[in-house]
């Protein structure tokens, strides 16, 4: 961040000495730099990963999600009316790709060792080596909570499975909120058709 070229407009916290900055990057330079990019810094300030992706996401340890492509549209009050998700893969902190830039959608799970992506509008998992270990059939999916509880929508319904793909509550919920960063977190709210009511982390029903 020393170029004086480089305009910063926003700055995220250090996990494990280092941090997703977005900048602007004066005309005066490439093309494909001319819009805001970003890039992670180590707490000297330098670069890590140049500010050449549209999109970081940095859970700490030696494994970044990227993205290019990402976009969005704004109308003429500011607000954005449309979105191009662009392509997600992942580098190491020497910016070498590990896993391709293909999927639509990325979360790194907290060790980021593991990601819930997005291929061809189906939600799965795959490890650092791009190998699924959680198959690509889910409309959507989360990352593990810290009792391995993965949130994900099946034909519409709602339920949790493992870290390894196997079902630990049903997919028979409209909605389910799984509680995360909260003091209690064995009672879950769900709805199914009208009815709302809380659940354990074994599925039953409670307060009956």
């Not at 900048?23 to 330079?29: A, L, M, N, Q, T």
């Not at 999916?141 to 319904?157: F, M, N, R, V």
Request: hydrophobic residues 40%; contains cysteine; charged residues 25%.
């Amino acid at each position: 961040m020393k170029n004086k070229d480089i305009i910063i407009s926003k700055l995220s916290p250090f996990i494990e000495g280092r941090a997703v900055v977005r900048v602007k990057i004066e005309s005066s330079v490439a093309d494909f730099l001319e819009k805001e990019k970003e890039g992670l810094i180590d707490k000297s300030g330098d670069f890590i990963i140049p500010p050449f992706y549209d999109l970081i996401k940095y859970e700490g340890g030696n494994h970044v999600a990227v993205n290019i492509g990402f976009g969005e549209v704004f109308d003429e009050h500011g607000n954005c009316i449309a979105e191009e998700s662009g392509k997600w893969g992942i580098v190491d902190l020497n910016n070498h790709i590990l896993i391709p830039l293909k999927y639509a959608g990325m979360w790194p799970w907290n060790n980021a060792s593991c990601f819930s992506v997005e291929y061809e509008n189906k939600w799965g998992a795959v490890n650092i080596f791009g190998e699924t270990i959680i198959p690509f059939e889910y409309e959507w999916l989360s990352i593990p909570d810290e009792y391995g509880y993965i949130t994900a929508q099946k034909d519409k319904k709602y339920g949790c499975i493992s870290m390894s793909g196997e079902v630990l509550i049903s997919f028979i919920y409209d909605e389910l909120d799984m509680p995360v960063c909260r003091e209690d977190r064995e009672l879950i709210p769900v709805r199914c058709g009208l009815e709302c009511f809380y659940i354990n982390r074994s599925g039953k029903r409670m307060f009956e």
